[in-house]
């Protein structure tokens, strides 16, 4: 079992930074994926970006609605599996639940959710 803890969320102005962080424990496999969707009321889940551990090169996706002011990277010490996500630039559309991810080819988990809020 993989348990996922996150933290970061909160309210910001429009054109303001946060940035998130989640980290993994438990049975965490070498070469493994993680990263960070969001979810809206009445809407499904979506994909923000991801970051796939292959060998010492990390693989990184996003959508197309944060290309250019979101990041994410991942801390892949032994005794760290953390994922973070830069935002920047952020929108009011922006504002959702944003939810870790961690799944191998063997496992699937997701984080509690962290509430991220963009005024405008």
């Known amino acids: 079992q993989v348990h996922l803890v996150e933290f970061g969320g909160g309210l910001v102005q429009a054109g303001g930074s946060l940035r998130l962080s989640c980290a993994a424990s438990g049975n965490i496999v070498s070469i493994n994926s993680m990263g960070w969707y969001r979810q809206t009321p009445g809407n499904e889940r979506e994909l923000v970006a991801t970051v796939t551990a292959v060998t010492s090169d990390d693989m990184s996706n996003y959508s197309d609605s944060v290309k250019g002011r979101f990041t994410i990277s991942r801390d892949n010490d032994k005794d760290k599996n953390t994922v973070y996500l830069q935002m920047n630039s952020l929108k009011p559309e922006d504002t959702a639940v944003y939810y870790c991810?961690?799944?191998?080819?063997?496992?699937?988990?997701w984080g509690q959710g962290t509430q991220v809020t963009v005024s405008s």
């Open positions: 991810r961690y799944w191998d080819s063997a496992q699937n988990y």
